[in-house]
């Protein structure tokens, strides 16, 4: 009976473990489920009503909805997003988001429906945001704008009736927007596509420039790529500077030179310093080479124009505001109006209204009144925004996260820009080169690696002037970001001439041979940044502007080297005398 037993037992075993074989599969099942299937896009018209879509009761959200926007001429159809956001009652920013319609919505042609893959911020200009979305949907991009907290161009609202500052305007237009609309534009983007955009870029010029170095420098992980053109850095600073010439002028004259007069100086320095880089064209290469004075101008004088001639008080005041405000020691405190820069914009029969509203918040006084600021006082009045107000206004910080992060910044600024003083820009660019160099020398090769400037003689702000215009720039920072081809030349062009535009500190060079007005002629070379020219930009020291001397930190040149070459210049001067 015992091998009968122990062939039962047997069996019975083996179907045990034949039933748990069979139940296997069951268990394992249990352990590594399959994985959910991928997400849907969302239709348009759910982005604003289901809260699982991430917008509706969102934290800080106060309203939003959204709908399809019909084709209308040139412009494609797109579902368009509106949030108002606010953390309290005093914060209400506008932020619109453009998507091209996902497949869900009827959108064919791209990654997902017709987008094409990617996110682009546009900035704003002057003391104004923007909500016209139209021109990155059009090119495929889920594009998206915001108001910067207020209506309209009026900056007056930052200072309050009492004089307090009103932080949350202030802030909201210099940061808080921008920082919310691209962070709410690609979180509207991935769950509209059902999928993350590949890549993020940022577009704009003037302030939205300035909103581009701060989204560099505050949200560094956020953008693969940033086009910041004429970018208005230093905003307190160079803003409070656009005063300088309708204080001059006042001090002077009692009133401001014709524009006629203005022009005509403009033109006659071009005159005198075009041929300085051995090409005649109309342009001055890099103004700052230029010495030309007004004086050559005054009525009677053999060098004065058939026309338009200035009397001598109106020579020297056109020379202080191309020399740019100093304080009462002589000390440069900003830059000036570079020779061949159109002069009317800012010192016109009215100041410039932003150089005004400026003066209110320097002073943190709605009231206060810039004509009673003599040029003697004006570097006061600089310190006094310094000191009040440009720690929160001014963009100076560093670039290391952006770069760590792997973004990538293209900045272009017009050699003869009329409102923000380029060398601003410049003087911005050799203190990051300074700090990839040695003993302060500026490194801008390294910079070059994520940062690149290029400057556009005879350009105006953000375009017009004489020069070529710059082409493609956003389309040199796709290639740049996506394609690791960093722009070695930006083409300029204006009519039938064309002139390659170079990375900072090089310029365009005539090879000798060809047409001047054909860019295959030129070739970029050179260092603009002789000692000369440094040493005539070094500022007095921030928050010091009114007693303060010139501080040679981060300017690749120092004290000595500067006053060696004041000592050749006298010691030369005298032998021509």
């Known amino acids: 009976m015992y091998p009968a037993l122990l062939q039962l037992r047997s069996l019975t075993v083996g179907l045990i473990t034949l039933l748990a074989a069979l139940h296997a599969p069951a268990h394992a099942a249990d352990k590594h489920p399959k994985a959910p299937p991928p997400p849907e896009p969302v239709r348009c018209i759910d982005l604003a009503t289901d809260p699982h879509n991430g917008l509706f009761g969102a934290p800080g959200v106060k309203s939003v909805n959204s709908q399809i926007i019909a084709a209308s001429g040139a412009n494609v159809s797109y579902c368009q997003v509106n949030i108002l956001y606010g953390e309290n009652d005093n914060q209400n920013i506008n932020?619109?988001?453009?998507?091209?319609?996902?497949?869900?919505?009827?959108?064919?042609?791209?990654?997902?429906?017709?987008?094409?893959?990617?996110?682009?911020?546009?900035?704003?200009?002057?003391?104004a945001g923007s909500l016209a979305v139209n021109a990155p949907v059009n090119a495929g991009y889920a594009g998206s704008?915001?108001?910067?907290?207020?209506?309209?161009?009026?900056?007056?609202?930052?200072?309050?009736?009492?004089?307090?500052?009103?932080?949350?305007?202030?802030?909201?237009?210099?940061?808080?927007?921008?920082?919310?609309?691209?962070?709410?534009?690609?979180?509207?983007?991935?769950?509209?596509?059902?999928?993350?955009?590949?890549?993020?870029?940022?577009?704009?010029?003037?302030?939205?420039?300035?909103q581009g170095y701060v989204l560099?420098?505050?949200?560094?992980?956020?953008?693969?790529?940033?086009?910041?053109?004429?970018?208005?850095?230093?905003?307190?600073?160079?803003?409070?500077?656009?005063?300088?010439?309708?204080?001059?002028?006042?001090?002077?004259?009692?009133?401001?030179?014709?524009?006629?007069?203005?022009?005509?100086?403009?033109a006659s320095a071009v005159t005198a310093c075009d041929?300085?880089?051995?090409?005649?064209?109309?342009?001055?290469?890099?103004?700052?080479?230029?010495?030309?004075?007004?004086?050559?101008?005054?009525?009677?004088?053999?060098?004065?124009?058939?026309?338009?001639?200035?009397?001598l008080q109106e020579a020297d005041a056109i020379d202080r505001i191309w020399d740019g405000p100093r304080n009462p020691r002589g000390s440069k405190v900003w830059f000036g109006l570079d020779r061949g820069t159109s002069l009317p914009a800012l010192n016109g029969t009215s100041p410039f209204f932003l150089g005004v509203t400026q003066f209110h918040w320097d002073e943190h006084n709605r009231t206060f009144d810039w004509t009673t600021v003599s040029a003697d006082e004006y570097a006061q009045v600089a310190q006094d925004g310094s000191r009040n107000i440009a720690d929160v206004t001014d963009t100076f910080g560093d670039l290391d996260a952006f770069r760590h992060k792997g973004g990538k910044l293209l900045t272009f600024?017009?050699?003869?820009?009329?409102?923000?003083?380029?060398?601003?820009?410049?003087?911005?660019?050799?203190?990051?080169?300074?700090?990839?160099?040695?003993?302060?020398?500026?490194?801008?090769?390294?910079?070059?690696?994520?940062?690149?400037?290029?400057?556009?003689?005879?350009?105006?702000?953000?375009?017009?002037?004489?020069?070529?215009?710059?082409?493609?720039?956003?389309?040199?920072?796709?290639?740049?970001?996506?394609?690791?081809?960093?722009?070695?030349?930006?083409?300029?062009?204006?009519?039938?001439r064309t002139r390659p535009l170079c990375p900072y500190p090089q310029t365009a060079i005539y090879k000798g041979t060809g047409s001047t007005d054909d860019a295959a002629n030129f070739v970029c070379g050179g260092?603009?940044?002789?000692?000369?020219?440094?040493?005539?930009?070094?500022?007095?020291?921030?928050?010091?502007?009114a007693k303060g001397h010139p501080d040679f930190s981060d300017t690749g040149v120092n004290r000595h080297v500067c006053r060696r070459g004041d000592d050749d210049r006298h010691h030369h001067d005298h032998d021509d005398d």
């Open 216 to 266: 560099a420098q505050e949200l560094p992980g956020e953008l693969d790529g940033i086009l910041a053109n004429a970018p208005a850095i230093y905003w307190t600073r160079f803003q409070t500077a656009q005063m300088w010439g309708q204080i001059v002028m006042r001090d002077l004259l009692g009133a401001p030179i014709s524009a006629a007069k203005l022009n005509q100086a403009s």
């Open 527 to 545: 260092n603009l940044e002789s000692a000369e020219t440094v040493c005539a930009d070094v500022l007095t020291k921030y928050k010091h502007e």
């Open 145 to 210: 704008g915001n108001d910067t907290g207020h209506a309209g161009g009026d900056c007056e609202p930052g200072v309050n009736l009492d004089g307090t500052y009103n932080l949350q305007f202030i802030n909201d237009f210099i940061r808080n927007g921008m920082k919310k609309q691209v962070l709410f534009s690609k979180a509207v983007a991935r769950t509209y596509y059902a999928q993350k955009p590949a890549y993020n870029y940022w577009n704009g010029c003037s302030t939205g420039g300035r």
């Open 413 to 496: 600024v017009g050699g003869n820009d009329q409102l923000i003083m380029p060398r601003g820009v410049i003087n911005y660019y050799r203190g990051i080169a300074s700090g990839f160099g040695h003993h302060d020398k500026p490194d801008f090769g390294q910079v070059q690696k994520f940062y690149r400037l290029f400057r556009a003689p005879g350009v105006g702000h953000c375009g017009g002037g004489n020069g070529p215009q710059p082409q493609n720039l956003f389309g040199a920072l796709v290639n740049w970001v996506e394609n690791g081809v960093a722009p070695q030349t930006i083409l300029g062009q204006s009519g039938t």
């Open 95 to 127: 932020i619109r988001v453009g998507l091209p319609l996902n497949s869900g919505d009827g959108g064919t042609g791209g990654v997902q429906g017709a987008w094409n893959g990617r996110t682009q911020g546009i900035g704003g200009g002057g003391c």
């Open 275 to 311: 041929a300085n880089d051995g090409v005649t064209d109309g342009i001055i290469d890099d103004p700052r080479t230029c010495t030309f004075s007004a004086q050559a101008n005054v009525c009677g004088t053999p060098t004065a124009p058939a026309s338009n001639c200035l009397t």
